[in-house]
């Protein structure tokens, strides 16, 4: 088992490391356009292997060569936001490194499963989908396991009860519109609507949505702990085809009424990637709130199009 980390910043190198300290894979390769980084950070990691006890071999490389036959490939290629600006800003530079990264890897290694993660996640995934020309259930976007863990992360601060119990799933695109469901949170099996009072649960919401607007204004560029542990987890659920259930920016093709689009859903992953969209029963304003979230996505879909149609972008 091969897998492949396309940019080895913040989010690429720790999810590299997440993916070797489980063991789950034979050989990582990171790549990145930065000569001497990923060479640097992959020999730095493979002397942490006797202290960590992994046996994974960690290649850092600036030619794609050495990802040929992969099974999974992370993209974390891209600008990160700075303070004051959103997601959707860095639309045109990353969809160019996008496109760009997918072509270059796409030939050696067919048959892999693309977990983007590059911003503004949905529109990438989608961007990643059409150059790839993979099918759409070997294309998928992380946004969802890392909004959900900071969802499952506030909660147990606020009940001080141990992460392990929380259990929540959280839809949508992977931007202020995002839709976390208290309906369908549990804490140990308890709904969290019996824990904890409408007014406290509406502003863990809240955070949750500006979760990554949170960090950015605190470091002045975006998170990578959370965000590479996250792409580590679906790389893991598809290795090792263990059908996790986990909410994850899937191709919808009618699934709740949306067409044509990357947007958060849960899924059932597993070796052939995205192996099932579960569609879950949805309130009217819970609905109302996935449909807000999908105009967004096709806002951007949009935008996307226009700057192609300009020229502004290949
Ligand atoms: N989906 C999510 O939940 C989520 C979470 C965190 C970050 N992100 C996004 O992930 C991306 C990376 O964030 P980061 O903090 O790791 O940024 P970073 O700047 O630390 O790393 C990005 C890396 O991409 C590399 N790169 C740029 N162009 C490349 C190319 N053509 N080929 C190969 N490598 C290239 C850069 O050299 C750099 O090392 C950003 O777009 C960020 O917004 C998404
Ligand atoms: O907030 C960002 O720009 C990065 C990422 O999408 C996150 O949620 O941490």
Redesign the pocket.
């Known amino acids: 088992m091969k897998v492949t980390v396309?940019?080895?910043?913040?989010?690429?190198?720790?999810a590299a490391e997440c993916v070797a300290r489980k063991d789950m894979a034979k050989e990582v390769v990171m790549?990145?356009?930065?000569e001497g980084?990923?060479q640097g950070k992959a020999l730095d990691m493979m002397e942490s292997a006797p202290i960590h006890g992994f046996d994974t071999t960690i290649t850092g490389t600036?030619e794609y060569d050495a990802t040929e036959g992969s099974e999974v490939c992370i993209i974390?290629?891209?600008?990160?936001?700075k303070p004051g600006m959103s997601?959707d800003d860095?639309l045109a530079k990353?969809a160019?490194?996008v496109s760009?990264?997918t072509n270059?890897f796409k030939k050696g290694s067919p048959n892999a499963k693309l977990i983007?993660?590059?911003?503004?996640?949905d529109v990438?995934t989608y961007v990643a989908y059409t150059a790839s020309e993979f099918e759409s259930n070997h294309v998928m976007?992380?946004?969802g396991v890392?909004?959900t863990a900071r969802y499952r992360a506030f909660l147990s601060m606020e009940l001080g009860v141990s992460v392990r119990d929380i259990q929540a799933l959280l839809m949508g695109g992977?931007g202020d519109t995002m839709v976390p469901l208290p309906r369908y949170t549990t804490i140990g099996g308890i709904p969290v609507t019996e824990m904890l009072d409408d007014e406290t649960i509406e502003s863990i919401v809240e955070r949750t949505k500006g979760g990554?607007g949170e960090i950015v204004n605190m470091m002045g560029?975006?998170?990578?702990y959370?965000?590479?542990a996250?792409?580590a987890e679906m790389a893991e659920a598809i290795i090792k085809d263990n059908k996790r259930v986990l909410p994850a920016a899937a191709y919808c093709d009618g699934e709740y009424g949306l067409n044509d689009m990357f947007i958060g859903v849960p899924v059932k992953l597993g070796k052939d990637g995205v192996e099932e969209i579960i569609e879950v029963d949805l309130s009217d304003d819970e609905q109302d709130l996935m449909q807000t979230s999908a105009d967004h996505v096709q806002d951007n879909l949009d935008n996307l199009e226009r700057l192609k149609s300009e020229g502004a972008i290949g």
Do not use: K
């Not at 790549?31 to 930065?34: A, G, K, T």
């Not at 974390?76 to 936001?81: D, K, N, Q, S, V």
């Open positions: 396309i940019g080895a910043g913040n989010v690429g190198a720790t790549v990145d356009i930065q980084m990923p600036n974390t290629a891209g600008l990160p936001r997601r860095l990353n160019e490194i760009s990264v270059q983007i993660v590059s911003n503004p996640l990438m976007g992380m946004a890392l909004d992977h990554g560029t975006s998170a990578w959370a965000p590479g996250a792409a």
